[in-house]
């Protein structure tokens, strides 16, 4: 099992910044991939952005150019550092980590962006 957790969540206005970071905990030694998804009001749940163990990313494109994924493998803890925030990125913001195939969802952080 592996115990994701997210913290960095908040209220900012439009154009300003947030930093999301997501702690393992538990069974990581099998941790490959681990990214940030998003779900609106609504919506799906989307992919935001990943990273692999080795530093490889992936970005969707409606977030290219201002967030940015990071990983520190020493804390078991990935970032994600969101600027020029939109109001269209309001959402609830959950972790994910891949280990073997099997997905570990983190309970969300909320992100509102106003106007």
């Known amino acids: 099992q592996v115990h994701l957790v997210e913290s960095g969540g908040g209220l900012v206005q439009a154009g300003g910044s947030l930093r999301l970071s997501c702690a393992a905990s538990g069974s990581i030694d099998g941790i490959d991939v681990m990214g940030w998804y998003r779900q609106a009001p609504g919506k799906q749940r989307e992919l935001v952005a990943a990273?692999?163990?080795?530093?490889?990313?992936n970005y969707a494109d409606f977030v290219k150019r201002r967030f940015t994924i990071s990983r520190d493998n020493a804390k078991n803890t990935v970032y994600l550092q969101m600027n020029s925030l939109r109001p269209e990125d309001t959402a609830v913001y959950y972790c994910?980590?891949?280990?073997?195939?099997?997905?570990?969802w983190g309970l969300g952080t909320l992100v509102t962006v106003s106007a």
């Open positions: 994910n980590a891949a280990v073997y195939a099997v997905d570990y």
């Open positions: 990273i692999s163990v080795r530093g490889s990313t």
